[in-house]
């Protein structure tokens, strides 16, 4: 039987049988998923060697996204998420773009780059020209730092240099570009970075100061693309109201924001589960949001095509990796890499763009239509109902009377339960 993503009645199974669906579609041992219990995932003593001063472990749960094809490949997504709706908003998408085939996707070749700030130069303009003769000097120099980053095809492949002005004076800045391969790549420049400081500053004639990777890495670029068929959205009129929607935050920094957020509920949901740094994605995301005008603006569009479908587009950096960091120290990232079956960094920057995609449509059609209350707080209220005290007994009873009464509110919650107990 063909492995497919669109697992009929997901939602309603056990955990224990979506465990077992999920390791039949990604083809891996059901017994690799054990990781995902809590006592067997990342304890305490495992959790001491990842950070300092440790006390403890905090949970979040891991959902799958189902119905999920990139590139013609079926896959189910591990997302690491603590808000209600991310995960059946990204299955909700996803299910509407496989009428067109699901989501196509490429990449840059992974090139990260690392700073080299040099201050008190007294003639910048010279000094950037100085190191650019010195390049295949300081290249050589930066790519000896890693011999097996080399032997794996990775390595530095370019410097390029900056005169950046600033309110403290003027910096000649050096950029070191090194394509990382699988990893995530700031521990591989920032050596690289350390090790040519002292050089460049000698060559710049000034005094090295900052040597550190930069977080807008738009040179390690990820795109997603997909067609949403307009029947599949709800007609024609929803797909110009989707459409008006996205040029909304394309011109207004305020909706910028909240569409950019609705972006990243499904990317770094992704980038947790597989143990990347979320931070660096989420830096990179939105420097790259900076319109040519100089504006924050929307990193995501969407069109009407030729044929009245909605088209939507994502481009973004996408530092993740398949080494380094947590990837391959936290149970739980390895085994939402495996279910994720992905043989390089590139791709799983790829399929992390396709659910950011995804996850932003979801959204998106939520608010151009019925809104967003609907949908996401009835999904709110089981997260409220139990904050309110239900037991799982009691739960589908109080959501059915908080979606009913439309409050989902704590106060609401603890009186229909004082009423359903006082009744029992
Ligand atoms: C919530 C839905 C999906 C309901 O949508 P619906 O149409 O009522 O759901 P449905 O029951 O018809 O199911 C449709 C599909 O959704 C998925 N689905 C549906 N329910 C579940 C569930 N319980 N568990 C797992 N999956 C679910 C599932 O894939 C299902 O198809 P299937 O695969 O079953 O054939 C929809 O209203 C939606 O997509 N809403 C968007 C929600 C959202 O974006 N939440 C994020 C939090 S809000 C926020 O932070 C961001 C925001 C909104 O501010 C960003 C912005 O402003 O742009
Ligand atoms: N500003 C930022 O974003 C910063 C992030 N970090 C952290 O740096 C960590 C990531 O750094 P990395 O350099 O990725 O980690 P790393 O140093 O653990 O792994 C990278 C090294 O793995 C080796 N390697 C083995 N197989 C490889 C393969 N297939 N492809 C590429 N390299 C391979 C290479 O020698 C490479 O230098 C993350 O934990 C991140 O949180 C650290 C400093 C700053």
Do not use: C, W
């Not at 001063?53 to 990139?70: D, E, H, Q, R």
């Amino acid at each position: 039987m063909p492995r497919t993503s669109r697992i009929s009645g997901f939602r309603d199974l056990s955990v224990e049988a979506r465990r077992a669906a999920v390791a039949e579609t990604a083809d891996i041992a059901p017994e690799s998923l054990a990781v995902l219990d809590p006592d067997q995932g990342l304890r305490v003593d495992l959790a001491d060697r990842l950070v300092e001063n440790v006390v403890g472990v905090m949970g979040l749960p891991v959902g799958i996204a189902t119905n999920f094809v990139v590139n013609g490949r079926e896959l189910l997504v591990p997302m690491a998420t603590e808000e209600a709706s991310v995960v059946a908003a990204a299955s909700n998408a996803a299910r509407i773009a496989r009428v067109h085939g699901g989501f196509f996707t490429s990449t840059t070749a992974p090139v990260m780059q690392a700073q080299v700030q040099i201050v008190e130069v007294t003639d910048p303009e010279a000094a950037r020209l100085r190191l650019l003769e010195h390049r295949d000097e300081l290249v050589a120099l930066a790519d000896s730092q890693d011999p097996l980053l080399r032997e794996l095809g990775g390595g530095v492949r370019d410097l390029t240099v900056r005169v950046v002005p600033s309110r403290a004076g003027t910096y000649v800045v050096a950029h070191l570009h090194v394509d990382v391969r699988d990893a995530m790549g700031a521990n591989a420049v920032n050596t690289m970075a350390e090790a040519v400081a002292d050089r460049a500053g000698e060559i710049a004639g000034g005094r090295t100061l900052l040597r550190i990777l930069t977080n807008k890495a738009d040179l390690r670029l990820a795109r997603a693309r997909a067609v949403f068929a307009a029947d599949a959205l709800g007609g024609a009129a929803v797909v110009d109201d989707i459409v008006h929607g996205a040029a909304l935050a394309e011109a207004d920094p305020y909706r910028a924001a909240t569409h950019n957020k609705g972006i990243m509920n499904g990317i770094s949901a992704v980038v947790l589960a597989t143990g990347n740094d979320t931070r660096a994605v989420e830096a990179g995301a939105h420097s790259h949001a900076i319109s040519p005008s100089g504006h924050y603006t929307s990193l995501s569009r969407f069109e009407k095509n030729a044929d009245g479908d909605l088209v939507g587009t994502l481009e973004l950096p996408m530092a993740v990796g398949l080494v380094g960091g947590a990837t391959k120290a936290h149970p739980v990232a390895k085994a939402a890499l495996s279910v994720l079956g992905v043989a390089s960094a590139a791709e799983l920057a790829e399929v992390v763009t396709a659910v950011g995609l995804a996850q932003n449509l979801a959204a998106v059609r939520a608010l151009a239509t019925e809104g967003i209350q609907r949908g996401h707080m009835s999904l709110h209220a089981r997260n409220v109902a139990t904050t309110a005290g239900a037991t799982p007994e009691e739960l589908p009873a109080v959501v059915a009377r908080l979606v009913a009464d439309k409050a989902v509110r704590v106060d609401h919650a603890e009186r229909v339960l004082s009423e359903l107990r006082a009744n029992a």
